[in-house]
Nanobody, 118 residues
């Protein structure tokens, strides 16, 4: 059974850092585009970053570019999102998916929660 599990969220002060992980079981993420999505409280999820399957091309939405970095793990079943200089508006649930830009109708994982205090 294919699963995606997000982890690494937590409570951090504004300006701090977190590293989120998207870990797959049942498939290798190396051959897929993988996107990270942010769902702020009371809002719809939106794509914030993506990594391509072949050349590892990356994309970031303007609000996170320069602060967040997406990367692949060594063994092919994990994609990371390094989040630096966190802002209060970065708080919310973070999900990963085997697609980029527009969120799926339903995420496979439960997401990981990020809270940012002033």
């Amino acid at each position: 059974q294919v699963q995606l599990v997000e982890s690494g969220g937590g409570l951090v002060q504004a300006g701090g850092s977190l590293r989120l992980s998207c870990t797959a079981s049942g498939l290798s993420l190396d051959t897929y585009s993988v996107g990270w999505f942010h769902q702020a409280p009371g809002k719809e999820p939106e794509g914030i970053s993506c990594i391509g399957p072949i050349k590892d091309d990356t994309w970031y939405t303007s609000s996170v570019e320069g602060r967040f970095t997406i990367s692949r793990g060594t063994y092919g079943n994990t994609v990371y999102l390094q989040m630096n200089s966190l802002k209060v508006e970065d708080a919310g649930a973070y999900y990963c998916a085997l697609r980029c830009f527009s969120p799926p109708q339903e995420f496979w994982g439960q997401g990981t929660q990020v809270s940012v205090s002033e």
